[in-house]
C-alpha cells in the first residue's frame, strides 16, 4: 500500500488568513483526493487532483476556496483560503489504486482549528 | 436521497462476539466499488475490505467479511470475534463507475464500543 504523509499535522489558525496543506505520496499515483471531516462529522470529497489537468471539484466547493496543485505524480497541496471558523476541519489526502488492488489510501489528516 | 446510509450511530458489543454493521447504498450505476474504512479515535483512515458490483463473492480479509447483497443493495460489514482494539468508528463508502475513476462518498459512521 502505498505511504503517505502530509504536512502540517495541525495548526491554528486566525481567520481570514490561509493555510496551504502538503500531501507527499511514496509512489507515483495517478488520482490524488482531497476530503474534508467536519467535526463529529463524516468524510465529504472536495476535489480530485489529476496531475497535469485542472482539479474538479464537488458540488459546494470551489476553486477560489479551495485551490489545489498537483505538479507531479507524487504531490499534491490544498490551501484552504480566507479561513473561517466553520473552516475547522480534519483535512484529509487519499491516492487511487496502484497495483492490482482497488482501494483508497489516506494520509495521516490536517486538523485545522480556525479562531 | 443519501448515497451511503448507515443505520446505527452506535453499537455496545460484547467482547468475542460477532459484530454487523449496517450500510445500504443507492446507485443507478451498474459499475460501483463499496468500501469499508475504521477510524479510531486517533483520527486516521484504515482500509478494511472492498466490494466491487461485479464481483461473485463475498469479501473478506482475515476477520472481516462484507455480505454483499446486490438485489438488496446491501454491503454489510462483518467483524467475526471482536476484540478491544475494534472500538472505533466505521465509515462505509462508495465509488460510482469504473474501477479506480472517482472519489468516495461515505455514510455518517457507526460508533462502535466493544466492552470486556
Known amino acids: 500500500s502505498a505511504v503517505i504523509s502530509q504536512k502540517p499535522s495541525r495548526d491554528i489558525c486566525q481567520r481570514g488568513t490561509s493555510l496551504t496543506i502538503q500531501c507527499q505520496v511514496d509512489s507515483q499515483v495517478t488520482m490524488m483526493f482531497w476530503y474534508r471531516q467536519q467535526p463529529g462529522q463524516s468524510l465529504t470529497l472536495i476535489a480530485t487532483a489529476n496531475q497535469g489537468s485542472e482539479a474538479t471539484y464537488e458540488s459546494g466547493f470551489v476553486i477560489d476556496k479551495f485551490p489545489i496543485s498537483r505538479p507531479n505524480l507524487t504531490f499534491s497541496t490544498l490551501t484552504v483560503s480566507n479561513m473561517s471558523p466553520e473552516d475547522s476541519s480534519i483535512y484529509l489526502c487519499?491516492?487511487?489504486?496502484?497495483?492490482?488492488?482497488?482501494?483508497?489510501?489516506f494520509g495521516p489528516g490536517t486538523r485545522l482549528l480556525v479562531l | 436521497a443519501q448515497k451511503i446510509t448507515q443505520t446505527q450511530p452506535g453499537m455496545f458489543v460484547q467482547e468475542k462476539e460477532a459484530v454487523t454493521l449496517d450500510c445500504t447504498y443507492d446507485?443507478?450505476?451498474?459499475?460501483?466499488?463499496l468500501f469499508w474504512y475504521k477510524q479510531p479515535s486517533s483520527g486516521e483512515m484504515i482500509f478494511l475490505i472492498y466490494?466491487?458490483?461485479?464481483?461473485?463473492q463475498n469479501a473478506t480479509e482475515g476477520r472481516y467479511s462484507l455480505n454483499f447483497q446486490k438485489a438488496r443493495k446491501s454491503a454489510n460489514l462483518v467483524i467475526s470475534a471482536s476484540q478491544l482494539g475494534d472500538s472505533a468508528m466505521y465509515f462505509c463508502?462508495?465509488?460510482?463507475?469504473?474501477?479506480?475513476?472517482?472519489?468516495?462518498?461515505f455514510g455518517k459512521g457507526t460508533h462502535l464500543i466493544i466492552q470486556p
Open positions: 487519499s491516492v487511487g489504486p496502484s497495483g492490482g488492488q482497488e482501494t483508497q489510501y
Open positions: 463508502a462508495m465509488r460510482e463507475g469504473p474501477p479506480r475513476a472517482d472519489g468516495l462518498t
Open positions: 446507485t443507478s450505476d451498474p459499475s460501483y466499488g
Open positions: 466490494q466491487g458490483s461485479y464481483d461473485q
